[in-house]
């Protein structure tokens, strides 16, 4: 069976304590093979290391702090997360998730820049792929990415649901876009933008427990809906399911 890997999944969040080994069982049945996990804020750590200690051949940790957590002391909080990092580097699989959310809080949008600006030379520093969160701010997080835009720079923008051309910038900084369940929604509009990009340029990604495919809209999203992104991809771009699995897994691979 061809494999998947979810590029982003939060399945260390309270949602899923009830069934957490059936909700495994399931990714697995289906070939989804690694599951990489963005962090949110201090909180959440506990949890996700947990989870990453009970499935460690499964489970992958990330190290970051998502927009919508950044506040005041985003600088104490960050200095903490590096000195995590710092004491067992080997765990961690990259920094995020991070980035820009100008929906739901435009209270710190200048804190949120520094915040994410200093991730992205976490990301340098360490070597770790770069996993953004971008929501109605593509293009001021473009922007900083160009600002530090090298060969030591690489990574992923989650939930990609930007234009054509903005695709094409992230494409030209060597990143990936995300493609979730949202390419399965009616009215996503992510098949007009796709349809002009090629597979290397994509990778998979739940984002459970949020944003679930279709025919599961609505409900708690998980890894083994990935099956779903993939036939949809496999429709879009006219390529069998095989091959967007085997693709998207290779650009995950390189991406980790």
């Given at each position: 069976m061809p494999i998947m890997i979810d590029t982003h999944a939060h399945i260390y969040l309270p949602e899923f304590e009830a069934d957490l080994e059936a909700i495994m069982h399931r990714a697995l049945q289906?070939?989804?093979?690694?599951?990489?996990?963005?962090?949110?804020d201090t909180a959440s750590i506990p949890s996700m290391l947990a989870l990453t200690q009970q499935y460690p051949e499964i489970c992958k940790p990330m190290m970051g702090l998502h927009p919508c957590s950044v506040q005041d002391d985003w600088s104490t909080v960050l200095d903490d997360m590096e000195a995590l990092i710092e004491k067992n580097r080997p765990l961690y699989s990259g920094i995020g998730e991070c980035g820009l959310d100008y929906?739901?809080?435009?209270?710190h949008i200048a804190e949120q820049?520094?915040?994410?600006?200093?991730q992205i030379l976490l990301a340098k520093k360490y070597q770790l792929p770069l996993i953004i969160h971008s929501r109605d701010a593509m293009d001021d997080c473009l922007a900083l990415v160009e600002k530090h835009r090298g060969d030591d720079l690489r990574g992923i923008f989650h939930c990609f649901s930007?234009?054509?051309?903005?695709?094409?910038?992230?494409?030209?900084?060597?990143?990936k876009a995300g493609?979730?369940?949202v390419v399965t929604f009616k009215n996503g509009g992510l098949d007009k933008v796709l349809q002009y990009t090629d597979l290397p340029h994509l990778?998979?990604?739940?984002?459970a427990p949020y944003l679930a495919p279709v025919?599961?809209?609505?409900?708690?999203?998980?890894?083994?809906?990935?099956?779903?992104?993939v036939d949809k991809l496999s429709e879009l771009l006219q390529c069998g399911s095989a091959e967007v699995m085997q693709v998207t897994t290779d650009?995950?691979?390189q991406v980790f």
């Open positions: 289906e070939g989804v093979q690694k599951i990489y996990l963005p962090n949110i929906y739901w809080d435009k209270s820049k520094a915040a994410f600006e200093r930007g234009t054509r051309e903005q695709l094409d910038k992230v494409i030209s900084l060597h990143f493609i979730g369940g990778v998979l990604e739940t984002d025919p599961f809209r609505g409900k708690r999203n998980e890894p083994a809906y990935l099956r779903y992104v650009n995950a691979r």
